[in-house]
């Protein structure tokens, strides 16, 4: 299929600009899900995390790993393969295990992959890295949680303790909830799911799709001048609660973004994502809303899934602390 001149420029540029591991939304398309699934949470979750500080700093903090890209080569080398599946046209990681039979640990999935001759660093752990943020954002809510509900009954030392608890813990949160932004808006960028992620690359191919490397010019170029916040917040759907457990969920959200490959293929060739093409752009800006909606969802999961946790050692029950019957505080600040 040929590509019109424009694109073939645009492919080859950003190709000989690129680094070697494909980026995510690019600064653009991070920022804007940071921002709108801030933006959109229920009044049920804590006030600190829905005023407008917060939904400036998610929109940064959102960015922070790509942003640590090339801090050292133990760094890079670990940490890449976190940002993408490489699943092929079969729902196979790489020919290994289904993510529809996703293994319970990496290091059970490391184990299957191996099996078949790849690793999770060739195919990729966003699946994993979506995962292991949820978890700890339940643990962060369950903290603060904790925190309130102890700072407001104690007195003298104790209660300046938990308020500064309180404090570092909202920090911290919201700087683990950036990478978790991060990695949901990854998982709703059709090139971070497929083995096609740069390129049709050395696979059947019938339908003649490209070999150009087009990631970098789509999520990046393309999308920074076509898609702005009020068309990506216009695109959001509704909340769910999938009453499913994370994994369930991070299955059928990546599963549904793999979906989109070919159709983006199939606009690459028709010339979709030129600039000032409105299918191109309701296109990425669908997707874009996408990944703001399942990070909204997925906040909102974890804080209500954060009132049945445990926290601290000896663990403490937040329902627990919150109904008034265990003193938090050998637990929190350390009974060694």
Known sequence: MTLHRPLIALAAAAALLAPTAAGSWGNTGHRIIGVLAVEALPTEVPGFLRDKKA????????????RSKGAGKIHDSNRDPAHFIDLDDQGRLLGGPLLSAMPATRADYETALRAVGADSWKAGYLQYSIIDGYQQLVKDFGYWRVDVAAE?????????????????????????????????????????ATVHYNGWGDYPNPKGYTADR?????????????????????????????????????????????????????????????????AGADFAAERVGAGASELRDVIVQAWRASASAKVGWPEVSVADVESGKVDPYESLIGAD
């Open 55 to 66: 939904m400036a700093d998610m929109g940064e903090l959102a960015r922070e790993p790509d």
């Open 152 to 192: 407001k009954r104690a007195r003298g030392a104790r209660r300046a303790w938990y308020k500064r608890d309180r404090q570092r813990r909202e920090a911290l949160l919201l700087a683990n909830l950036g990478n978790l932004a991060h990695y949901i808006g990854d998982g709703s960028q059709p090139l971070h």
């Open 214 to 278: 087009i990631h970098g010019p789509f999520e990046g170029v393309f999308v920074k001048g076509a898609v702005s916040p009020s068309m990506a917040k216009a695109a959001m759907v509704p909340f769910a609660d999938c009453k499913c457990s994370i994994e369930q969920r991070t299955v059928a959200y990546l599963t549904r973004t793999q979906t989109f490959v070919e159709p983006l293929y199939r606009m690459w060739g028709e010339g979709a994502f030129r600039p000032g093409q409105t």
